[in-house]
């Protein structure tokens, strides 16, 4: 059973940068696409960035220029380097592995203060 667990959410200012990681057990890593979503309060839950086991990456217009996504995959690792915040970038951020299954992480937030 594939297991996601993220780590890196926190408290920052507008305009600072966080990094998030996501350490993936139990899957064979490098067949699974790759994501990063987040849901705000009162949101739908959103993609934000993903990348292909091709290491093809495709972003949120939102994020676009200020956020980073890769992947290691001798370490089972998916990052996203998140710089530039900004306040609507507050929400709980998910990682998310996607294969003929599909498995979440259990969240971390991310408050971005105005």
């Known amino acids: 059973q594939g297991q996601l667990g993220e780590s890196g959410g926190g408290l920052v200012q507008t305009g600072g940068s966080l990094r998030l990681s996501c350490a993936a057990s139990g899957i064979v890593f490098n067949y699974y696409a790759m994501g990063w979503f987040r849901q705000a309060p009162g949101k739908q839950r959103e993609l934000v960035a993903r990348?292909?086991?091709?290491?093809?990456?495709n972003y949120a217009d939102s994020v676009k220029g200020r956020f980073t996504i890769s992947r290691d995959n001798a370490k089972n690792t998916v990052s996203l380097q998140m710089t530039s915040l900004k306040p609507e970038d507050t929400a709980v951020y998910y990682c998310?592995?996607?294969?003929?299954?599909?498995?979440w992480g259990q969240g971390t937030q991310v408050t971005v203060s105005s």
């Open positions: 998310n592995a996607l294969f003929y299954t599909e498995y």
């Open positions: 990348i292909a086991r091709t290491g093809a990456i």
